[in-house]
């Protein structure tokens, strides 16, 4: 069978949106495995100031992204998960949505211990500048009208959320009646 012997890592993230830290962190995974699943969390959302693209719109940014860092699209899926509000299934109800996995990839604390007590094995890629590379910085960037936010992201993904209007749906979200 195709999937024997394929060894895959899950790594689950909202991507709200991907920015450079997150590359990092593919780059590290496939070190250690031969195919990461980059799980978009949060599928159901969007439209908000913390969840402000869909999951479509973050399929494409992963992709777009993945193609600007020269990673082999061969070796990743990416696929949409929505939220399930009980966390100790998270885990079992992720992998009905992704093909077999070993590993759960993260830093997330709370997600590191679910995949554990799930009976994964995690890998924990290491932080690579947390305070620069972080997705609500980077939207804090955005509502405030400051371009340095295009330098967190991959060109490509900036200017996707420019074709979007991406930056002025945060700022629309915001506004009050």
């Known amino acids: 069978m195709y999937w024997e012997g394929v060894v895959r890592g899950v790594y689950p993230g909202r ?26 969390g949060s599928a159901q959302e969007s439209h908000t100031i913390t969840n402000p693209f869909s999951a479509g719109e973050r399929v494409i940014m992963v992709k777009l992204a993945l193609k600007d860092a020269g990673i082999d699209l061969n070796r990743v899926y990416i696929i949409p998960v929505p939220d399930v509000l009980i966390n100790y299934i998270w885990p079992t109800y992720v992998a009905m949505f992704v093909p077999k996995f070993k590993y759960g990839i993260s830093r997330n604390p709370l997600v590191i211990r679910l995949f554990k007590d799930a009976g994964y094995e995690v890998l924990i890629p290491p932080a690579y500048k947390r305070d620069r590379y972080c997705s609500t910085i980077i939207r804090k960037l955005m509502i405030e009208g400051s371009d340095e936010w295009r330098d967190l992201v991959p060109p490509s993904v900036a200017m996707f959320i420019d074709e979007i209007k991406g930056v002025e749906r945060i700022r629309d979200i915001l506004r009050s009646d």
Do not use: C, S, T
Request: aromatic share 16%; hydrophobic share 60%.
């Open 15 to 40: 991507f709200q949106p991907i920015h450079w830290g997150h590359i990092h962190a593919f780059k590290w995974a496939l070190e250690r495995v031969d195919e990461l699943i980059i799980v978009i």
